[in-house]
């Protein structure tokens, strides 16, 4: 019983070595996009990747057949988006209140648009899907990714905002 | 620019430069994931373990106390001198 249970895990050790060298490369730079940030100073990325990792060890026995990629990513993207969630406080908060590295190309989006991104472009999870996983209708999930892509292409000019701000008050 | 050059130029921007992969990220992995591994093993034993002692316990309360026999009368007086 002891024999086969610890050639059992050292079966799943290698196999799971061998899927951690294939895909980590890929998982980290979508772990990267999402969190945005810069490429070198990643650490959120690296965590969330660690913790997505260790959960799809831990069911690496129950996979059956199931994709361990799908499953880490899946995994993955739950917890960026629950930790979003959580992090900036409440529901609506998926908003712009983290502090992304100037230097990430998704910079400008919302966590939210940036996890719909790179699951549709990046992955290329199907809308179906990425709305499963999340848990919003399709409409939804489409219509971010359409406002995310905008976003990116066509960059708001400049900080309207702050220099209409300087020029009141000439007294 | 039509929807195929929009999602081809979305997706340059992203492939970028990958961040390169930690050394320790898998020794950290499978770490975890053996915790992970092991506490659910425990918290199975536990379970099961709870469920026997809760078994065991009922066995013997029920032979003890023989709650399905019907409890002597208290009401009615013992019949007597026949």
């Known amino acids: ?171 | 620019m039509n929807r195929p050059e929009r999602e081809a130029a979305v997706r340059r921007l992203m492939e970028g430069t990958p961040p390169p992969v930690p050394p320790d990220l898998y020794p950290d992995a499978l770490r975890r994931g053996t915790r992970i591994l092991r506490r659910r093993t425990a918290a199975r034993r536990l379970l099961w373990l709870l469920t026997f002692a809760a078994t065991v316990t009922f066995l013997v309360w029920a032979l003890t106390a023989r709650p399905w026999v019907q409890p002597p009368s208290e009401t009615t007086p013992p019949l007597t001198g026949w």
């Open chain 1, 1 to 171: 019983m002891r024999e086969r249970r610890s050639a059992q895990d050292a079966r799943r050790a290698r196999e799971f070595e061998a899927f951690v060298a294939g895909a980590a490369g890929r998982l980290l730079h979508a772990a990267t996009l999402l969190t945005a940030e810069s490429p070198d100073d990643n650490p959120r990325a690296r965590r969330l990747l660690t913790l997505a990792l260790s959960h799809t060890y831990a069911s690496w026995d129950r996979l059956r057949g199931e994709d361990p990629y799908d499953r880490a990513r899946q995994d993955l993207a739950g917890r960026f988006a629950r930790s979003a969630w959580h992090q900036y406080g409440g529901p609506g908060a998926l908003g712009r209140s983290s502090r992304p590295h100037p230097g990430s190309p998704l910079a400008r989006l919302t966590p939210q648009e940036r996890l719909i991104l790179v699951l549709r472009l990046y992955e290329g999870v199907a809308e179906e899907q990425a709305a499963a996983l999340l848990g919003i209708p399709v409409e939804r999930v489409r219509a971010i990714y359409a406002r995310a892509m905008t976003t990116l292409l066509h960059p708001p000019r400049g900080p309207a905002p702050a220099l209409a701000g300087t020029k009141v008050a000439p007294s």
